[in-house]
């Protein structure tokens, strides 16, 4: 009887014949053929439609699939639509959200995408080298039914963001109001705020877009704000067109020069660009940048307040500029001084069913609270993520000081996943200028990372022996090129030192070898 192939290649890199299979010894398959890869991607915001077009740019032994919650692409743009909701260049979040889908269509993303479904966890498989995951999935026409889908995955990229797993605030009563409560991640657009008493609880970039709007429209409007912020004098430093902080419109004329000068609109775009990258100085503690800074930011704020002194006190940060999100606040500083807005500074003890009860004792009666109190910022996923130490990564990181990660994008003991984002373990920002973080991450450092072959035999690689070029070669009947490394002799004399002596220092190149070294073989 013949040999079982595991008994024909006995003790074969060091196994003994029970532990050795064919695939362990050599794959029946040209040098360096690529594998098939399963990679799914969670969220089809920015950074999962970035990672499908890079997929489909480059990487065809690749099985790309991509799982939203939702049931759109577009990830904060869909899911914030609070009156103003905007970026910090005062694009608002629909024309972002309906440029994503354009992107999406243009370069036909939608194929990667499985809609209606939320990621339950993420288990890491060390025996097979796989992420084991669970989603629960939904219908748009009955949402509440879900049923359960398993698969698995080589790599897991987490591209969820920030900005959506979004937060009540924790006040005794809240639950207890009786009027319209709703959060800025969760905007209620049928309620009509015209000619309310409005309540709205936060000082972030959230609660900064919404104040001018609802001051406009509101009877009245209760500014709760416990904590300053920087506004910054125009978009992040930078208006092309204006001195101040005021939004602006191209016209047609101008679209039309965009498209019809692609240069022209190139060096517009670069411009900007390059004035934003030149304000990193700025968040430099103890910088002339940072001081000349806190000094025109704390002046200009003042103004735009009318001068008050007791709001100035409130709103103007004791801290450095950048130490939080910066947000150019059109018209906010302005509406906090308008006749039907009360800036409460006071903590909330308590709410009631009409009205929200401070510190001093103090009631104030309102017909809606909008809670603009932003997300859960921890850098814990969602779902449960566990990997080589079999416990939740939320519970490893419990404690921020136990926070570790590679350059943002990678976690020790987390195997093959990523993180779709830009900070690391500074928590909050990196702590270099943007060109810093760019340049850091343009490549990867592959000798940082530590590597278990997918076969137990780190040589299989190499295949049965031929190349690609030769299995191509027998298929097209004989008509490649197989001495593609013959050339000209006088190209050869000419040719660049490192093409034929590697990366050596510059020496003249005399007869095709380096002169000054010895090229026998002894």
């Known amino acids: 009887m013949a040999p079982h192939a595991e008994e024909a290649f006995a003790h074969t890199n060091g196994w003994s014949s029970s532990e050795n299979t064919l695939e362990d010894v050599i794959r029946e398959e040209p040098l360096n053929t690529k594998r098939e890869i399963d990679v799914v991607c969670i969220g089809a915001g920015v950074s999962g439609l970035a990672a499908a077009m890079k997929v489909q740019e480059s990487m065809p032994n690749c099985n790309f699939d991509i799982y939203e919650k939702n049931g759109d692409l577009g990830g904060t743009w869909l899911e914030n639509r609070y009156p103003g909701c905007a970026c910090g260049y005062y694009i608002g979040s629909v024309e972002i959200h309906n440029y994503l889908k354009a992107v999406a269509k243009k370069h036909a993303l939608g194929k990667y995408i499985r809609y209606h479904h939320k990621l339950n966890s993420a288990i890491w498989n060390e025996y097979r080298g796989v992420w084991e995951l669970e989603f629960e999935v939904s219908t748009p026409e009955n949402p509440q039914h879900t049923t359960i889908f398993k698969r698995d995955c080589a790599v897991l990229i987490n591209a969820c963001g920030l900005l959506n797993n979004w937060k009540w605030p924790i006040i005794p009563g809240l639950n207890d109001f009786k009027g319209h409560l709703c959060h800025s991640a969760r905007w209620d657009r049928d309620y009509d705020f015209y000619g309310k008493k409005v309540a709205i609880i936060g000082s972030g970039s959230s609660a900064i877009q919404i104040v001018p709007e609802l001051q406009r429209i509101a009877q009245h409007l209760s500014a709760f704000i416990r904590s300053p912020t920087w506004i910054a004098p125009s978009q992040g430093f930078v208006d092309p067109k204006t001195e101040g902080p005021l939004n602006f419109f191209y016209t047609d004329e101008d679209k039309k020069k965009f498209r019809e000068d692609p240069d022209y609109f190139l060096a ?82 308590r709410i009631e069913e009409k009205s929200l009860v401070t510190a001093d004792g103090k009631l104030h009666e309102v017909d809606a609270i909008v809670c603009a109190t932003g997300f859960d910022t921890t850098y814990k996923p969602r779902f449960k993520l566990v990997g080589r130490q079999q416990a939740p990564l939320s519970e490893l990181w419990a404690d921020t000081n136990d926070i570790e990660a590679y350059l943002a994008v990678a976690i020790p003991d987390f195997p093959n996943y ?105």
């Open 268 to 349: 517009y775009r670069k411009s900007i660009e390059s004035d934003m990258n030149r304000t990193f100085g700025t968040f430099m503690k103890g910088s002339e940048k940072q001081k000349g800074a806190l000094e025109e930011f704390a002046k200009m704020m003042k103004s735009r307040l009318g001068g008050n002194e007791e709001l100035s006190e409130l709103l103007t940060p004791k801290w450095g500029v950048g130490c939080r999100r910066l947000t150019p606040g059109q018209n906010f500083l302005e509406s906090l001084i308008k006749e039907n807005v009360t800036v409460v500074k006071d903590e909330i003890e």
């Open 418 to 522: 990523f993180r779709g984002r830009a900070e690391g373990k500074v928590i909050g920002i990196w702590p270099g200028s943007s060109l810093h973080y760019y340049e850091t991450i343009s490549e990867p450092r592959y000798e940082d990372y530590e590597y278990v072959h997918h076969s137990r035999n780190m040589w299989n690689f190499l295949g049965n022996g031929s190349t690609q070029l030769e299995a191509d070669d027998d298929e097209n009947g004989g008509k490649n090129d197989l001495s593609f490394y013959l050339t000209k002799p006088d190209e050869l004399l000419r040719a660049p030192e490192s093409y034929l002596c590697g990366q050596m220092d510059s020496t003249e190149v005399q007869g095709g070898f380096r002169e000054g070294i010895d090229h026998r073989v002894e």
